[in-house]
């Protein structure tokens, strides 16, 4: 199985190939994101975050498997079974919430633990909202330390980025980071395949 380094090579050498279309995709979702996490327009945040997360999810595990990417799949994608993008991301939401009430390492172990449901989500019809969770736990389980190095991994980056007030971000932290994640996604569920 490939490694963390391995992982974040692939991902930087795919962004490198589609960079354009990955620097676009990265500002169009941080930008919606943005605005609809305004406080006068929370509810429509409520209702268009979770199907824009899965797409971009989505938008970055092509981009990460080298396939052609269009800015397109990743709007159509979490919109396509709108109810089940809306309640699957909604659960996560609100489980990670509820855990961190008793307090933050319990949240930030959970938020791990349901971490690729929005990949999940993106890919595998055949899951139901409420199963992703799941199917996302037993993904991640024994591999929480894993994804938090992963984490880690891109500290230095972001302070960078922080550095340069957001432009390394744009043009490279930011879709780097994405197309990582959803390596990792991909090789946690290689591993999950093969212990079937």
């Known amino acids: 199985m490939k490694s963390r380094i391995e992982i974040k090579e692939q991902a930087k ?4 190939q589609q960079r354009g279309i990955a620097i676009l995709a ?9 605005v609809l996490s305004g406080a006068t327009v929370g509810i429509a945040a409520l209702l268009l975050m979770p199907p824009l997360t899965i797409g971009y999810a989505y938008f970055s595990l092509r981009l990460y498997r080298g396939e052609t990417c ?9 919109f396509r079974d709108y109810v089940k993008s809306l309640v699957g ?14 307090f933050i390492i319990p949240g930030i172990i959970k938020g791990i ?5 929005p990949y999940i989500l993106a890919e595998r019809d055949d899951v139901s909202a409420q199963d992703a969770i799941k199917v996302s736990m037993e993904m991640t389980y024994g591999h929480k330390a894993e994804i ?4 880690l991994s891109f500290i230095g980056w972001w302070i960078l980025s922080g550095l340069t007030f957001g432009i390394l971000a744009i043009f490279f932290t930011g879709p780097y980071t994405a197309t990582s994640f959803a390596g990792l996604y991909e090789k946690l569920k ?3 395949a093969e212990q079937e």
Not at 13 to 16: T, W
Not at 148 to 151: K, R
């Open 13 to 16: 050498a795919a962004f490198m």
């Open 26 to 34: 990265f500002v169009l979702f941080t930008v919606l994101s943005g």
């Open 70 to 78: 269009e800015i397109s799949d990743m709007l159509a994608t979490g």
């Open 89 to 102: 991301i909604l659960w996560m939401y609100l489980f990670t919430f509820l855990w961190s009430l008793l």
């Open 113 to 117: 633990a349901y971490s690729m449901t």
């Open 148 to 151: 938090f190095v992963m984490a």
């Open 190 to 192: 290689l591993d999950q």
